[in-house]
């Protein structure tokens, strides 16, 4: 009867391990700002094809926080980001994305809720500011 019991308990907590395992996909690669006063922006691409894009304005009092999601998909040499709108139609794309605040044109934007990168691109800027990659299928 005592096996029973454990083998019972073994196999409910492997269960839930497994279970809070499963609730985050883990993370492809993430593009975010080096240290700045202007924001933090953090972009995470994860394996199940999904993103964030979590932006924190530090020249707002209060900071204000922002997070956008939607989907990511590979095109030949590119990554394209399809952001789920909002009710208000945020994020606003032309502001994130806007190729006059740098000089390097890294991002391109498709239409209203969709840009896209090159695969190969060690860095892309948004809101003008650099943020760089970090590939985490290599560590």
């Known amino acids: 009867m005592n096996y029973k019991i454990w083998n019972y308990k073994a196999f409910t907590a492997i269960l839930f391990i497994f279970l809070i395992c499963a609730c985050s996909s883990p993370k492809k690669a993430i593009y975010e700002t080096t240290a700045n006063d202007v924001a933090q922006i953090e972009l995470v691409l994860r394996k199940n094809q999904k993103f964030e894009l979590y932006f924190k304005d530090l020249s707002e009092r209060p900071e204000k926080r922002y997070k956008f999601k939607g989907s990511w998909s590979e095109r030949k040499d590119r990554i394209q980001l399809n952001f789920h709108l909002d009710k ?36 892309i800027y948004i809101w003008g500011l650099s943020c760089p990659k970090s590939d985490l299928d290599k560590k």
């Open 88 to 123: 208000n139609g945020l994020p606003d794309i032309k502001a994130l994305f806007d190729p006059s605040l740098t000089e390097v044109k890294s991002v391109r934007i498709i239409d209203a809720k969709t840009v896209e990168f090159k695969k190969t691109d060690k860095m």
